[in-house]
Every structure is written in structure tokens, then in C-alpha cells.
């Protein structure tokens, strides 16, 4: 016996077949897309992280930023001429470890800067002032450099205090050999990295010194005289030049009397340490987002004090020890 069909039976039981196999398949594509989203590793473009670029200064356009080693990329944030991350730089030839500190003797990757040839070869020292103090110093070891002379009356550097290493606030750690030079200091309490030049942007030369490192928090206060919009400072590409003159505070945003590269920052512990530029050369200090920083000078040698404190007062007050006994 045959089972009696109806009119348009057939041509319905196609649609709902045709029907289901559809949202079968794009269910199935939603679920490929959403585990592609999910699993697949996201790859940036090299270079185009736009947190932490380091400016090329000075350079008026494309052709004039590559012809001089630098990268260029025209986006809306961060500059658009900046450096090849690694590009420039040194890499550790020895260390000497000593009671006090270190010494160690690097040579340059490329004999060429954006800025002129880097010095070949460099000294990185390493003292410890006190169990809260620590100064690093980066300078051409074949030729001597103008210091600033105002520290021969700095009665802490005068009357150097026996320090225990095992007992500091600090720890510092060097790059190996084999890789392109950088240091890091933590704190030793935490093992917060309050200072780390793995972010590049090295540049030593007889007319462009530059320093760059991430920081540990976006709470960046200091670097004077400037007239500014708030005590804490915009992070997003600000540039502030360090180069006294005599003028009035009046509106705008501009440099005053004095100049003081120093700045404090408050770690997300509510700890505190503070950083000093020891520099009396013109020079200027940009804040990335990253959060990083970077000091540049156009003379004289990269001399840093690192200030330990508990909080923001106990900073302040390590950093006048230095200059008032």
C-alpha cells in the first residue's frame, strides 16, 4: 500500500532540509570564528606598538627620519619617527664586582647613531651610596667628560658610608653577554622593577645623550620648573624641555627659572622612590604611556641617583641628604 502524498509535500520537505543544513553551517562558522578569536595567538607588527615608542627627534620628514636609521609609521599617536627598538645600543664586555657597586666595560653595536657616531666603548659604574642611595653612572671610557662640579660639595659623595650589600633597598641586575645591554634595579622588599632599560633607545655620542626606561606606575610627579595643569604628570608623548631662563610664570605651558630633573614616583604599593639626572647640559625629558620615560642631554655623561624610599617624604628626604649633610 502506498503512503498518499499531498500537494507541495515534496518541494516543503526540501525547504526545511535546505533550512536546517543553513543554520547548521553558519552556527558551525560562528563557532570556528569565536575559537579562532579566542585560541589563536594575536601577533603585533613589529615596531608598531605605540605605547612605548622613543622619539627621533629633529628629523623634518619620511625621508630625512630613515636616511638617519630610524623607523617611520604616520599614525595618530606617539611620533611618527622613532627608534628601532635594539637598533642602537651596547652589549657587556666584562664586569667587575665590587664591595660597593660594579663596573663593567661595553662596546657599541653600531659605530653610528642618528646623532653621530657613539662612542665605541663605555663604562657603566655602579656605587652604592647607602643601603637607600644608588648612583649609576654612563660615560666614554677613552676620553673624559664634563661632571657636573656642584657634587665635589655634596657632603654624602664626600664622606662615602661603608654600605652591606645583603642589607640594600635596591637590586640591580645586568644583561648577559649575549644579549644588547640593559640593567634593572627592584625594589628588594617587593621586587617591584622600578627602573628597566630593556625598552631601548640607548644613544651615546659627543652631542646626544639618551636614556629611556619603563616605570613601575603611571604616578609620575616633578621635573621642574614647568607651569603645569596638574601635580601628576600627562603621560601620553609629553615632552618638557630642561633649559632655564629667566621669565616670569605667566599662562602656558613653559619652562621657568631653574631646572631640575627629578622626579618621584608612587608605585602601585603606595612605596615611593625617586630618580635624579645629574646633567647641567640642555636637555629634555619625555613621559610615554608605556608608563616609561626618557632623559636626553645634548653633553656631559648619564649620571643617575636612585632614591629608595618608604613613601613619598622618606624619598624626599634621601634626596636632600645627598646635597645637605
Not at 657632603?155 to 635596591?170: E, F, M, N, R, S
Not at 635624579?276 to 625629558?285: E, I, K, Q, R, T
Amino acid at each position: 500500500m502506498t503512503t498518499p502524498r499531498f500537494p507541495g509535500q515534496r518541494d516543503g520537505v526540501s525547504r526545511l532540509k535546505r533550512i536546517i543544513l543553513g543554520t547548521v553551517g553558519v552556527v558551525s562558522l560562528l563557532f570556528v570564528i569565536i575559537m579562532v578569536v579566542i585560541f589563536v595567538p594575536k601577533h603585533k607588527a613589529k615596531g608598531l606598538d605605540t605605547n612605548d615608542r622613543i622619539a627621533c627627534p629633529g628629523f623634518k620628514d619620511k625621508s630625512d627620519c630613515t636616511s638617519h636609521g630610524c623607523e617611520y609609521a604616520n599614525l595618530k599617536r606617539g611620533p611618527s619617527c622613532y627608534m628601532k627598538k635594539n637598533s642602537f645600543g651596547y652589549k657587556v664586555e666584562d664586569i667587575i664586582n665590587k664591595a660597593d657597586g660594579m663596573v663593567a666595560t661595553l662596546s657599541n653595536l653600531s659605530s653610528s647613531t642618528p646623532y653621530g657616531p657613539g662612542f665605541s666603548s663605555v663604562t657603566f659604574e655602579v656605587t652604592y651610596i647607602t643601603e637607600e642611595i644608588l648612583r649609576i653612572k654612563l660615560f666614554d671610557a677613552k676620553r673624559s667628560r664634563y661632571e657636573v662640579l656642584v657634587q665635589e660639595g655634596f657632603p654624602l659623595l664626600q664622606t662615602k658610608k661603608k654600605v652591606d650589600a645583603k642589607k640594600t633597598a635596591y637590586n640591580i641586575s645586568v644583561s648577559e653577554k649575549s644579549d644588547v645591554f640593559s640593567f634593572q634595579i627592584r625594589r628588594s622588599e617587593d621586587n617591584t622593577v622600578i627602573w628597566d632599560t630593556r625598552i631601548g633607545g640607548l644613544v651615546l655620542s659627543d652631542k646626544f645623550l639618551q636614556i629611556s626606561s619603563y616605570l613601575p606606575s603611571k604616578n609620575i610627579y616633578g621635573l621642574g620648573e614647568h607651569v603645569y595643569p596638574s601635580i601628576q604628570h600627562d603621560l601620553e608623548y609629553k615632552t618638557w624641555p630642561m633649559f632655564a631662563r629667566d621669565r616670569t610664570p605667566e599662562a602656558g605651558f613653559i619652562n621657568l627659572y631653574g631646572v631640575h630633573p627629578f622626579y618621584t614616583c608612587l608605585e602601585n604599593s603606595s612605596k615611593s622612590h625617586g630618580v635624579l639626572l645629574l646633567n647641567s647640559n640642555a636637555m629634555d625629558v619625555t613621559l610615554l604611556p608605556a608608563p616609561a620615560i626618557t632623559f636626553r642631554s645634548i653633553g656631559g655623561i648619564i649620571d643617575l641617583f636612585f632614591f629608595v624610599g618608604k613613601d613619598p617624604e622618606d624619598t624626599v628626604k634621601l634626596y636632600t641628604s645627598v646635597r645637605h649633610s
